[in-house]
């Protein structure tokens, strides 16, 4: 395969008008005894926690065994093997990648388990499917569903570690395979940018060169090579057998471990070097050859495998750290006139360092202010460090995640398991006893303040933690542009010129919409389903509203819909009118400058379909369902009537989104799919920029705000953690505050409807 680069139990009490009083009972986590005092140096064990069997053999090799059932009657097996293309030599570039190819072909092997199972393996799925080189070691996985392949997939393994015999010719067939695999790669451009950023990050070390060789590096493999980084790097004291799932006897297993890999001798012990990276300033580097135009900033972080308690502490406020630079660039590129969509993402390749990378696509004539933006807020966390209320919410992420992974302890996948243990293993990563780990979380949040962050931002943002890579299709921006956008921020900072965010700046970050206060509905009708913990209300505008209270830490879920859509149109509406959802929620974006934000915030989004309209929204904290619920008010009470200049202006910025270059690959297949599986009806065709031209975008805003106009054909469910008595008042003002129109709008009729059209009209009329 190609190298990777339960309920809460409250008692309700009602009156006339359906006020709730809850009174939650504090659960297991909420109940663990704290720690009293931290002592930052206190060693943290480095036995693997949730593992039933695990230890050394006689020559080395490492082995983990445990029973899981989740899934049920599947077993893992896995072979882990400390070597990577950062074991190669100059001159054996490729080799760990071609040696994961030559395995699983089976070429000398003489245990007839080992072959069998091979044989069969490769016919269900494809051997190569279920392997990976990476950096620092190579992982083979096999699943199995009885104790007889589990036998022979044990077979397999040991047969992979000890008994690889390899002709020229079998090498040069291979070549040709990993060759091919090394060309499609190249022409995927996540791939293409992914290669260009290591070589730029990881400059001076072998993390800098290509993941699995280059074509010629491949080509000058020889015989002789392979067989030597193979004797050398597979060797039992350089390899772990992982077994994770619903086997019925786990002894069984250690001794089928003992009986495959006892008598192999063990090997020489190998050291590597990993050099900390030289670097004392930003670096910053452009690269024209890309079709999209992106910024990426990345910080490097020494990595914390969490052996000590100050670790675990570093660690912490790493992400807390993280966590705020995101929310504040998307706080400020989604409030420009052209809203800006941030991506990021952890990397944990590399054994010295953890690399967090956050990106944003724009157009050429942004990339400087783009750049500054994100240059500034870097300087400003540098010296100011973050705020109060960045802290507070940072900490209560925390704890929502340490509370969600103790109460669900137990329910580890096998596949999870597995990764822990492969971590274990390779990196020495402390697995934490869930109890600890939780109450190390709890003590940390409540030891860290605004003035430990600040010591810490000043270390973590320095500028030789920094890398900027410009990605373009022409020279936008040179080198020296940015050196001269970083001169500029630099000598802001050394003046003493970088104020700290202003309190307006703090204040619309959160209060992400302007305050309203709509005159309150009523409930006029609630049931509960006791013995499912849910409440439905029918509110006085005749809304529908479905609610579940759950323990579940992992958010809250909204939904709203409402049955009738496209497929009820005239055929010459039905071009403008693909177009609605689109133009309606760019029209609302670009006139409200907080209405983008504030969806971000909460995971907004808006949907018509040919049968149905449909809003939904997807947070963590419990305290956005007022901001939420605000969002879907203003959505349907709005009353803005746009010019045309300012409808040509999202048709332009839709057209530029909707042009190939911005296309991806994948939803061009989806939507291919998708158009031909209708029967060419056109009420799945995809959007596409050409189509622009034909738009009335008038008749396309009008039909937006009448999909979501009338609240008593819609029904809202929302289930998640929260508490009822409160969640009462804001639907009822909120969602019962929306009013109903005196007469119906997009009412729906069942029995009129027909099949959807499958042309458009030749001639289409505005």
């Known amino acids: 395969m190609e190298p990777s680069p339960e309920p809460s139990e409250h008692k309700e009490e009602e009156d006339e008008e359906w006020e709730v009083e809850s009174y939650d009972e504090p659960d297991e986590f909420e109940l ?4 009293e005092k931290l002592d930052y140096e206190q060693e943290l064990s480095s036995a693997p926690f949730q593992v039933e069997h695990h230890g050394v053999l006689q020559n080395g090799l490492t082995y983990y065994v445990k029973k899981n059932s989740t899934p049920k009657d599947i077993i893992l097996v896995n072979l882990i ?17 071609i040696i994961e190819h ?24 494809g051997a190569h499917q279920q392997a990976k080189t990476y950096w620092d070691h190579t992982s083979y996985n096999f699943s199995v569903t009885n104790s007889e392949d589990l036998r022979k997939a044990l077979a397999l393994t040991a047969a992979i570690s000890q008994e690889l015999v390899v002709t020229s010719d079998e090498l040069e067939k291979e070549k040709l395979i990993v060759i091919d695999e090394l060309w499609h790669g190249s022409q995927i451009v996540e791939k293409q940018h992914s290669r260009i950023f290591s070589a730029q990050l990881y400059q001076g070390t072998k993390y800098a060169e290509p993941l699995g060789g280059t074509e010629k590096n491949v080509r000058d493999l020889s015989v002789d090579i392979v067989k030597g980084f193979y004797l050398k790097w597979y060797v039992p004291n350089n390899m772990a057998v992982i077994v994770v799932g619903d086997a019925t006897e786990t002894q069984s297993i250690i001794g089928l471990v003992r009986t495959y890999f006892e008598r192999q001798p063990r090997g020489v012990p190998q050291h590597l070097e990993f050099p900390l990276l030289k670097q004392c300033e930003p670096r910053l580097t452009t690269h024209v050859n890309s079709e999209i135009l992106k910024v990426y900033v990345s910080f490097m972080f020494e990595k914390q495998w969490g052996k000590r308690v100050n670790e675990v502490f570093i660690y912490f406020q790493q992400i807390l750290l993280q966590k705020v630079i995101v929310e504040r660039l998307k706080k400020i590129l989604l409030s420009m006139s052209n809203p800006k969509e941030i991506q990021y993402s952890r990397d944990n390749d590399s054994q010295m360092y953890s690399n967090f990378v956050v990106w944003v696509e724009c157009e050429g004539y942004e990339t400087i202010k783009v750049l500054e933006t994100f240059l500034v807020e870097i300087a400003r966390l540098r010296v100011h460090g973050i705020e109060e209320n960045e802290l507070s919410e940072g900490c209560v992420f925390w704890l929502k995640t340490a509370g969600a992974e103790y109460r669900n302890r137990l329910d580890h996948s096998s596949e999870e398991l597995q990764k822990n243990y492969t971590r274990h293993f390779n990196y020495r990563e402390c697995d934490l006893c869930p109890k600890l780990q939780a109450q190390l979380i709890v003590a940390l949040t409540k030891s860290v303040n605004v003035e430990k962050m600040k010591s810490f931002c000043e270390l973590q943002c320095k500028a030789s933690n920094l890398s900027v890579i410009i990605l373009q299709s022409k ?12 001169q500029k921020i630099t000598d802001l900072e050394k003046e003493g010129s970088l104020a700290q965010r202003s309190d307006e700046e703090v204040k619309g970050s959160n209060n992400l919409i302007l305050e309203m206060e709509p005159e309150s509905g009523k409930i006029v009708e ?15 505008n ?8 759950t323990m579940d830490d992992e958010g809250v879920l909204l939904s709203g819909f409402s049955y009738g859509g496209l497929s009820e149109l005239a055929k010459e509406d039905l071009l403008s009118c693909l177009f609605s959802c689109e133009i309606g929620q760019n029209v609302l974006c670009k006139s409200f400058e907080r209405f983008f934000t504030a969806c971000d915030k909460v995971g907004f989004k808006v949907a ?6 449909a809003f939904s929204a997807n947070f963590v904290d419990s305290s956005y369902i007022k901001l939420a619920l605000q969002i879907v008010y203003f959505l349907f009470t709005s009353d803005l009537e746009p ?3 300012d409808l040509q202006a999202v048709v332009d910025d839709l057209r530029e989104r909707l042009s190939p270059r911005h296309q991806r690959l994948q939803d061009i297949l989806v939507n291919t799919a998708k158009e031909i599986n209708s029967g060419g009806s056109c009420i799945y065709k995809p959007l596409k920029a050409e189509d622009l031209s034909q738009v009335d975008t008038s008749k396309a805003w009008k039909y937006f705000k009448n999909c979501f106009r009338d609240p008593s054909s819609f029904r809202v469910i929302m289930i998640g953690k929260f508490d009822s008595a409160s969640v009462d008042p804001l639907l009822s003002r909120y969602l019962g505050g929306i009013p109903r129109p005196s007469v119906p709008i997009m009412e729906f009729q069942r029995g009129k409807l027909t099949p959807a059209p499958s042309h458009f009209p030749l001639a289409v009329t505005m």
């Open 32 to 35: 663990l005894e704290p720690i």
């Open 81 to 97: 093997v400390k070597a990577g293309a950062v074991c190669e030599e100059e001159n054996e570039r490729g080799v760990a990648h």
């Open 102 to 125: 030559l395995v699983l072909e089976g070429y000398g092997y003489t245990n007839s388990d080992a072959t069998e199972y091979l044989k069969a393996f490769k016919h269900q799925c």
């Open 475 to 486: 020279n936008f921006v040179t080198q020296e542009d940015m050196k001269g956008s970083l």
């Open 526 to 540: 609630r049931v509960e389903h006791s013995d499912i913990g849910a409440v439905e209300l029918i509110l006085s």
């Open 542 to 549: 005749g809304m529908q509203v479905t609610y579940q209270c």
């Open 608 to 613: 018509v379909d040919e049968y149905k309209r």
């Open 643 to 645: 010019e045309e200049e």
